[in-house]
């Protein structure tokens, strides 16, 4: 079972419905979803009233359908949050934190420069490099593509959490053995990655490995090292 990633392929939509007006089970076709999420995004930019006036023009969202916080999208009252910052909490490494963040605060630099946790490295931004590899609710995440917001309520693990006072981790002491690290960017990300391989199967085959690990690039090539700690892993881990 691979890193639970969304892979490019994923983004992209099947060809049968790229120009044409087709509709999912919601009954709502891609056209109207776009104006649904274009209207949804502008509210929280705008005021009520100026927001109800610039989108007078759209069938799906009329002066009735903005009230406050909330808006009208495809049928269901949503909340709407921001611009501005709103008090969250977080449950990070078995601790609690709390901060005002805008909504748009990715967790990434939330646990970065809210809360001086940057063993997740912001290398990518993007969702591809894996540097920023978290555990939320034991699945692994990237950081960089989560929203902070959508993270509350959830146990949140970092690589900060690994140590114990000066004791390596095994997986970080396995590192350290079998010199899977240069410039050491990608090695937390990895090593949480790991962490999940190992969680769901202490005992991976290299296969195993290779999947769970796919989401994770290291620019140096340290990608044997990393195996052959998992491996050391494997052999000495309890099942
Ligand atoms: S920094 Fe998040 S995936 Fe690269
Ligand atoms: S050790 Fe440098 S990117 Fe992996």
């Known amino acids: 079972m691979g890193n639970q990633y969304p892979k490019r392929g994923d983004l992209s939509r099947d060809a049968s419905s790229r120009g044409g007006e087709s509709e999912d089970s919601s009954g709502v076709s891609r056209r109207e979803f776009l104006k649904i999420s274009g209207a949804s995004a502008a509210a929280p930019l705008l005021a009520g009233s100026l927001l109800a006036g610039s989108l007078a023009g759209e069938s799906l969202v009329s002066e009735s359908l903005v009230c406050g916080s909330t808006i009208l999208a495809a049928g269901e009252v949503v909340p709407v949050y921001g611009p501005g910052?709103?008090?969250?909490?977080?449950?990070?490494?078995?601790?609690?934190?709390?901060?005002?963040?805008?909504?748009?605060?990715?967790?990434?630099?939330?646990?970065?420069?809210?809360?001086?946790?940057?063993?997740a490295k912001r290398v990518c931004d993007r969702g591809e490099c894996g540097a920023c590899t978290v555990l939320v609710d034991n699945r692994t995440v990237y950081a960089c593509s989560l929203l902070a917001i959508e993270a509350q309520g959830r146990q949140i693990l970092t690589v900060e959490s690994l140590m114990q006072r000066s004791a390596l981790h095994p997986i970080q002491q396995a590192f350290v053995d079998h010199d899977a690290s240069q410039c050491g960017f990608c090695t937390p990300g990895f090593v949480v990655a790991c962490k999940a391989v190992l969680d769901k199967n202490p005992k991976p085959t290299v296969d195993d490995i290779r999947r769970g690990l796919s989401g994770n690039f290291c620019r140096c090539g340290t990608y044997h090292g990393i195996q052959q700690a998992m491996a050391q892993l494997a052999l000495t881990q309890k099942t």
Not at 94 to 117: H, I, M, S
Request: glycine share 6%.
């Open 85 to 119: 910052p709103l008090p969250m909490e977080f449950s990070i490494n078995g601790k609690e934190y709390k901060a005002n963040l805008e909504p748009r605060v990715t967790l990434l630099d939330a646990l970065r420069d809210q809360f001086d946790l940057t063993g």
